[in-house]
Each structure stands twice: as C-alpha cells, then as structure tokens.
C-alpha cells in the first residue's frame, strides 16, 4: 500500500521510479525535506546557479538575488519553501551549456528556462516543472492586429508559424483563421515574413516572443497569450545534479507552490504583466 502511494504521487512527466512530487493538494513538505535533512553544496547554505545575463522578464535589472522576475521569483520561493532565508542563499553564474553537462555541479540547482527532455534526463535530473509554455501571438505595432483581445480579431490575420511545431497546430487548431496560415522553414524566415508584411502575425513560444520583440524585431510587440495546448506543452524545470539527494524536495516545494497557487500567480505577476499580454480568448 505504501509503494502504490508513493508512485501515485509521481507527475506523468517525471520518470517511473523517481518519486520527485508531493500530492497535488500538499502545500507543506514532509520531515524529510526539513532544511536540516538537506544535503547541499555547502551545509546550511543553498547555491543557486543561472547564465549571466539574466535578462527579463525571467530576472530584472540582471540581479537574480534580488528575487524579481518570474525565475527570480521562482527560485526564492523555493529556497523559502525548503527552509532557506535570504541570507543564506547564494547564486552562481553559470552558462546553459555547463548547466546541462554530463558530471558533478557545484550548485544545488540551476534555474534558467531549461526545457525537460529524455534527451536532457540522461544527464541531469529535473524537478518537477515550474512553467508550462505558452504559444503567443507577435505582430508589428502599426499593424491592424496589433490591438486585437480575442480570436475574432484574428479571424481575417494572415498568420504564421514555423513548420511542425506547436505553434502552427495552435493556429490551425484553435485560432482557425479564415485564410490558410504560412509555414516557414526557419525562424529567421518567419521574422522576415513579418517584417516585410507577407504576414499580420506569428506565432511562437512565450520565450521566443520576449526575444524577438525586445531584441531583434523592436517595432514588434506581444498580441497576447494562446491557451495552453490540449496536449501535454513544453515545461521548464529546475535542473539537478543527476542523482541529486535533493531532487525530489526540490520537486516537493514546486508541487507544494502549484498547490497554494503561488506559481499561477508568479506568472501572471512578472509574464503576462511584463509582456502586455493577457490571454486571448
């Protein structure tokens, strides 16, 4: 009885085996992940580790000890869930590259917009996701969709996506636009489709349209944001020394945050806020 009640608690994206999550209505973790259980980096201290920079809205003003930004915001609330003051938290740079590598870290986790893959599970482990991804709609600022709140603003849009992505099943499967939607082959040609005005809008990844709109097509702005897809999206986690004693708390304080909300609510506060871009509907 026991067994089946820890695999009951095991989310569909972790991997048989690896009980890294308390019950979806937990928002207190178990006596084993009391802060003086926990086998850190450094005893009594947790080490946080992101690329530098950390840019927005993932971190603001390039200082992820300050707690801001959705990341930012995110890591605090886990080093509090775990037990950790402000104090006792120390960040780290570290490039993506290094973050996923095969071999020992030297932080406790890393945070930074990490995608979970089985590719990436072989050599790290993750926590239990943090973020699912949402689609978004990016258009120029003079362009006639640029102000539109819903669907049907987008009806008579000639969008597009890259080709084979979640992003163009979102146009075709849930805004429907009345003209047939563009494919492209690479998201330099999807940019230029748009700058150009071959297309009113495109669709892709929330990260993707942060960059593209403060960094490569600057007369560019977020529409708003897509539902998320019906199938299972793609989802940021936490990453972990493969075989960390710390994943599956590390994954119990992410539950125990969805449980009480304060993860929707991070996102609403620093993505939708920071973007302009609430949800189309």
Request: charged share 20%; with cysteine.
């Amino acid at each position: 009885m026991l067994l089946a009640a820890l695999t009951a608690c095991i989310p569909p994206d972790e991997p048989a085996g690896t009980p890294t999550a308390a019950p979806v209505n937990a928002t207190s973790l178990p006596p084993e992940c009391a802060k003086a259980q926990l086998q850190t980096k450094t005893p009594g201290k947790l080490t946080i580790a992101t690329d530098k920079p950390a840019n927005p809205p993932w971190f603001i003003d390039n200082k992820p000890e300050n707690g801001q930004g959705f990341e930012g915001a995110i890591a605090a609330a886990v080093a509090e869930k775990l037990g950790y003051a402000k104090a006792e938290v120390v960040w780290k740079r570290v490039t993506s590259d290094k973050a996923i590598a095969p071999g020992p870290k030297d932080f406790d986790f890393d945070i930074n917009q990490f995608s979970i893959t089985d590719a990436r599970r072989q050599a790290v482990d993750f926590s239990a996701p943090y973020y699912n991804v949402r689609q978004v709609v990016i258009a120029l600022k003079s362009n006639k969709i640029a102000n539109a709140t819903n669907f049907g603003g987008l009806k008579d849009a000639r969008l597009g996506a890259q080709v084979n992505t979640t992003s163009y099943d979102m146009i075709t499967t849930v805004l429907q636009p009345n003209i047939q939607p563009s494919t492209f082959t690479t998201t330099d040609d999807a940019k230029n489709a748009l700058r150009n005005g071959t297309i009113d809008g495109l669709v892709v990844d929330l990260p993707t349209g942060f960059h593209m709109t403060s960094a490569e097509v600057k007369d560019a702005k977020i529409v708003g944001q897509l539902p998320l897809a019906v199938a299972r999206p793609e989802q940021f986690g936490l990453v972990l020394e493969k075989g960390s004693p710390l994943t599956a708390c590390v994954s119990r304080a992410i539950e125990a945050l969805r449980a009480s909300k304060k993860l929707e609510q991070l996102e609403k506060q620093w993505l939708a806020q920071a973007a302009g871009a609430p949800e189309l509907a």
